[in-house]
């Protein structure tokens, strides 16, 4: 038995019905975009309509249980229009048949038939009794009439019917004579017919029909959608959510000039996480509104592709607020939105995961140490403070955490240690570090909850710490030391090496640590005036130039008395192998030559005490440093060169380095029996 597809579905729908589940036909399936976004042609047999499905239902086009000839019930789905277009988004649906021949010969919906407002189907005898077939007597059957199921009008936008009066021939009533045709004002039933006719007052259409006057605009409020629901394609949304996490503001510049941002995260009842970011005069609305652990009912904004490389959530959009947007606290609690969704990873799993991915661990701290003050590459100070994290994977991990949190979660984790209490923390949303080891560091979005009570993975970890976890030995992935000092992801190369291994010329620098004595440095440039204003958060650092008796720097278009002075060293390195040249900026410059590059600049220019000057360059020549490079081929003009920076600087401990050629020479001795065994 063929199916019976829904008739009027694709009108009906239009029109704004949103419950009449209806069954229609997939004529057509098309992937688009770099989101995986399925864009389906429905058709009720009649009519047919490009359709959006949202992204949760992809899985079943790419499991094929829905194709091209499907037959399918639409169980939720919304109508928006969008540029004066209607737009069906399908938010789940049902296979009925999964194979089907193409039932009608449907044609595009918008094009060839009825619009938005004329959506009312043939079989309505009110429509149809107002065309001119009727005055030759092929008027179709009136829907007292008609078996077949009718359109209801009010679920439609009403349709606008004809000014002029309507007649009815003789031949639609056989039994009654009518030499003349007769007026009928009345569709809805039959009626005793009238041979005098009446005066038809002309047709007054709606006021919202008019060419005229303003247009209402629809002021209902909008349908709360879950947050997995969420497309570009609605006009009007609304989600109702929990704030899981509140990053800072802050400060950018760029092209456009300077500006403020913020962000948060949102949850929802059926675990759909969404970022949302504020920037500007938005942020000066709503910053202060927002609170971690808050319910909110969010409204009008803009959705945008989400930045992979800065969100960590699984939603394929984010959330900018605008003007017109509204942010209101739900003040009554809801149970249904969990405080914060996990995914936890056992510690031996993050020594596998990638770096800068971002994840959520568990476990016991069993160490904290004291908070530091760290100056950032941007020439701003920060703080840093270091704990350690065990769980019952046999392993144990690195935590650092960064700015206010040191303060904040760090000093009363330290508190609790002191005491003699090992707690439970829960790490949200962590930063994978991979520079030396594998270690996790706090961002924006990261939140640390401490002896969190109702998660059932804090009770097994507290269990296990109690019944003898405590005194179970674990293996850290953090900085684990070879003999010699040297952590296992450490690469040690020799100086030949660089160049005959081609390290530097790939599409990301190589990180290596040598072993190398500085054979020559250059004095006649080791620093350069720089500027030491402020942008943002960080020291702009640009070259300056003398204006008069003042500085100036073009970047900032500003003039100032002092300067600042930063190194840029210009050094010759070597070892068994061979040498090389390589470039050391501040902080290392500092390391290699033991003074700041303000301090060697004023004693060689202005103390003019070159004396001295030469004994602390000469100090640093023929001295072994462990020096950590980094390689990478840059263009000079048109030409590529590779250019080897150091970053850090370290003098050689000898000991750690004996146990270390010792550690190498017993591997190698291993090697070579196993050579000769075979």
Not at 265 to 274: K, N, Q, W, Y
Not at 354 to 369: C, F, K, P, R, Y
Not at 383 to 402: A, C, F, N, P, Y
Not at 471 to 479: L, N, P, Q, R, T
Request: aromatic share 8%; glycine share 6%; charged share 25%.
């Amino acid at each position: 038995m063929p199916v019976q597809l829904t008739p009027n579905a694709v009108p009906i729908i239009n029109g704004g019905d949103v419950n009449l589940k209806p069954l229609m036909q997939v004529t057509d399936v098309k992937l688009i975009g770099s989101q995986e976004r399925y864009r389906l042609l429905l058709s009720d047999g009649v009519w047919a309509q490009h359709t959006m499905v949202a992204t949760q239902l992809n899985e079943l086009f790419k499991t094929g249980q829905v194709r091209k000839g499907s037959v399918v019930q639409l169980t939720e789905y919304i109508c928006s229009e969008v540029q004066n277009r209607k737009i069906i988004v399908v938010l789940n649906m049902e296979t009925i048949v999964l194979d089907s021949e193409i039932i009608g010969n449907p044609k595009q919906y918008g094009e060839s038939g009825p619009t938005a407002q004329t959506a009312l189907p043939k079989n309505n005898f009110q429509q149809s009794a107002y065309g001119n077939n009727h005055m030759m007597g092929q008027g179709p059957v009136p829907k007292w009439l008609n078996p077949r199921p009718s359109f209801h009008p009010e679920n439609s936008v009403p349709s606008m019917p004809s000014a002029r009066p309507t007649y009815q021939s003789e031949s639609f009533f056989n039994n009654v004579p009518n030499p003349r045709p007769t007026f009928r004002p009345e569709m809805s039933a039959p009626s005793v017919p009238n041979f005098r006719a009446t005066v038809q007052p002309s047709y007054q259409p709606p006021p919202q029909y008019k060419n005229r006057g303003t247009v209402l605009k629809n002021e209902a409020p909008a349908r709360i959608i879950p947050i997995n629901a969420l497309n570009p394609y609605q006009g009007r949304w609304a989600i109702k959510a929990r704030v899981t996490a509140k990053g800072d503001q802050r400060r950018y510049n760029n092209a456009r000039g300077d500006g403020k941002v913020f962000s948060f995260d949102l949850l929802d009842s059926e675990g759909g996480e969404i970022r949302v970011t504020c920037f500007n005069a938005v942020l000066d609305r709503f910053y202060d509104i927002i609170e971690v652990g808050r319910v909110y009912l969010i409204s009008k904004g803009s959705l945008k592709p989400a930045q992979k490389n800065f969100n960590h959530l699984k939603s394929d959009w984010e959330i900018t607020l605008d003007a017109s947007s509204t942010v209101e606290l739900c003040p009554d609690e809801d149970g249904s939105i969990p405080d914060q969704l996990f995914d936890f990873r056992p510690i031996s799993a993050v020594e596998s995961a990638e770096g800068n991915s971002i994840l959520d661990v568990i476990g016991i701290v069993t160490s904290v140490n004291p908070s530091t003050t760290i100056l950032r590459k941007n020439g701003m100070e920060t703080q840093r403070r270091i704990l350690h994290l065990k769980d019952w994977s046999g392993m144990s991990v690195e935590i650092t955490l960064w700015g206010e949190v040191c303060n904040r979660e760090g000093q009363r984790l330290e508190e609790m240690l002191a005491s003699g209490v090992f707690p439970v923390l829960a790490v949200k949303a962590g930063k994978v570090n991979d520079f030396s080891g594998k270690s996790i560091g706090t961002i924006h979005s990261t939140r640390l909850y401490i002896n969190p009570p109702d998660l059932p993975e804090a009770r097994q970890v507290r269990d296990w710490f109690d019944r003898g976890g405590k005194d179970a030995a674990s293996v850290s992935i953090s900085k684990e030391f070879m003999p010699g000092g040297v952590t296992k992801n450490e690469i040690r190369k020799t100086v030949s090496q660089i160049k005959d291994e081609g390290l530097g010329r790939s599409d990301k620098p190589d990180w290596v640590t040598v072993r190398a004595t500085i054979s020559f440095i250059k004095t006649d440039s080791f620093c350069y005036t720089a500027c030491p204003l402020m942008i943002g958060d960080r020291q702009c650092s640009k070259k300056v130039s003398r204006s008069g008796d003042r500085w100036q720097c073009e970047r900032c278009n500003q003039e100032f008395e002092e300067c600042d002075y930063r190194y840029l060293l210009q050094a010759q390195i070597q070892d068994s192998t061979g040498l090389t040249w390589v470039t050391a900026f501040q902080e290392s410059g500092a390391e290699i030559l033991g003074c700041t590059a303000k301090e060697l600049y004023f004693l060689k220019y202005d103390g003019q005490d070159e004396e001295k000057f030469a004994d602390i360059v000469r100090s640093s020549i023929f001295k072994h440093f462990m020096l950590k490079l980094k390689i990478k081929e840059e263009l000079y003009g048109d030409e590529q060169r590779v250019k080897i920076t150091v970053v850090k600087a370290d003098t050689v401990n000898y000991s750690a380095e004996s146990r270390y050629m010792l550690d190498v020479i017993s591997k190698l001795s291993r090697c070579f029996f196993w050579v000769l065994s075979i």
